[in-house]
């Protein structure tokens, strides 16, 4: 259906920068008699049409009328989607119930029975769940390729639609050639789609290197407060058309509450990603030196394996540190225990799963993700028992970095 005319105001908010885009985008009190200063929570299952005929005017897209039912919109969750747009420089955008259901409202949309598609082979393990014991059942096929053009080009076939990409990936945080895959894809006629969570709108615009479709889980750093689960997907309002739909009848879509409170939350988006950056960085400094770990992986250091990469399509690094601490030796059993003594030895970092919050969380891959795999399995899928991810929120530096210290020491007696 057709938005109602930008104001003045909000071009100049669209022109704008991101903490300003994070206060004002999305809200429009123009139409309220109360004039608001915050999009009120419209707590409603229905919508009432005065005649028949604005109902007809409704169905035939000659109304901006947002919708009939709930299930398809309220204007507190169309707020919503205007400013997660405005973020990451979409035409449209829709919220969903989670990042997953995100991921799998989006490939039902833009696939059919017997299509393929092909995702790189390192990522959360719930992704790659989805696809291995859900998205099959439904006709879809995928292929896991390494991280690089030329293998993406080996998984291509004559059935493939979609190129999925997690960007940077979990838990070690890589990147691809955004822009050569995204041309190689246009050159196949292949639709792309990136889930840019754990970089977010601030350190990653896919869709401006050409990508067509990006994901968020709005649980983790637009959220930011461990307080609310939901998703997004954004791009041109044509391929949002073909993922909507799905949304609507599977009913996925959040209610009008938690819609207001991650509108709320934006409002500081681009401030805690600026401490989320900054912190993270001395962080992964301050651990690449300790002589208690191991290895780190953060993309804005020179050590990591993407590290031009980053500096190429990353304005900062965000807020998770992946690093292994070192153990009595090299067996596994050794391993998980360094790092289940060091986890348990910290005292402000939660033990806890998600990422992106105020609070700094922390865990083993090993238990968290990877619980039902023999050693030897993990290992072969790259996750070492001593690995340990941070998510560092937005403590005081000096005070991660002090407890960090001697939960190392505590947990090497």
């Known amino acids: 259906m057709p938005e109602p005319k930008k104001s003045l105001r909000q071009n100049y908010i669209a022109q704008s920068g991101m903490n300003t885009r994070s206060v004002h985008a999305g809200h429009d009190n123009t139409n309220d008699v109360h004039r608001s200063l915050i999009t009120p929570i419209y707590q409603t299952a229905s919508y009432e049409f005065e005649k028949v005929s604005d109902l007809w005017d409704f169905y035939e897209k000659r109304s901006t009328r947002l919708a009939e039912y709930a299930r398809y919109g309220t204007p507190t969750q169309r707020a919503l989607e205007l400013a997660l747009a405005s973020l990451d420089n979409a035409e449209d955008a829709v919220v969903t119930s989670s990042g997953m259901n995100a991921i799998a409202t989006t490939l039902m949309g833009l696939m059919d029975a017997g299509d393929h598609f092909i995702s790189l082979n390192e990522g959360y393990r719930g992704t790659f769940k989805l696809f291995d014991n859900h998205l099959v ?11 690089s053009l030329d293998a993406v080009k080996q998984a291509t076939n004559e059935k493939t639609k979609v190129i999925f990409l997690e960007l940077p990936t979990n838990p070690y945080l890589k990147l691809v050639d955004l822009e050569a895959i995204v041309q190689y894809a246009r050159s196949k006629n292949l639709t792309t789609v990136v889930d840019a969570t754990f970089a977010s709108p601030f350190n990653l615009k896919p869709l401006d290197h050409g990508v067509d479709l990006v994901v968020h889980s709005l649980t983790k750093y637009i959220n930011g407060h461990n307080d609310a689960i939901a998703g997004a997907i954004l791009g041109s309002k044509e391929l949002i058309e073909k993922v909507k739909p799905v949304r609507n009848l599977l009913g996925s879509n959040p209610d009008a509450h938690l819609c207001y409170l991650i509108s709320r939350s934006i409002k500081t988006f ?24 191991e290895r780190v992986w953060y993309p804005m250091l020179a050590s990591h394996p993407h590290h031009a990469l980053a500096k190429t399509y990353l304005k900062g690094g965000g807020g998770i540190v992946t690093f292994q601490v070192k153990a009595k030796d090299a067996s596994q059993d050794e391993r998980l225990k360094a790092a289940t003594a060091f986890v348990e030895a910290l005292q402000l970092p939660t033990h806890a799963a998600s990422l992106g919050g105020v609070e700094s969380l922390v865990h083993i891959p090993t238990v968290m993700n990877y619980y039902d795999l023999t050693p030897e399995a993990r290992l072969a899928v ?10 560092v929120g937005l403590e005081d530096t000096d005070d991660l970095i002090r407890d960090i210290d001697q939960a190392l020491r505590a947990s090497n007696l």
Request: net charge positive; aromatic share 6%; charged share 25%.
């Open 382 to 391: 790259g996750i070492p028992d001593n690995l340990v991810r941070l998510s």
């Open 137 to 147: 059942r439904f006709g879809y096929r995928v292929t896991y390729a390494d991280l």
């Open 270 to 293: 681009a401030l805690r990603m600026e401490a989320h950056n900054r912190s993270s960085l001395l962080l992964a400094e301050h651990l690449e030196k300790h002589p208690l770990i």
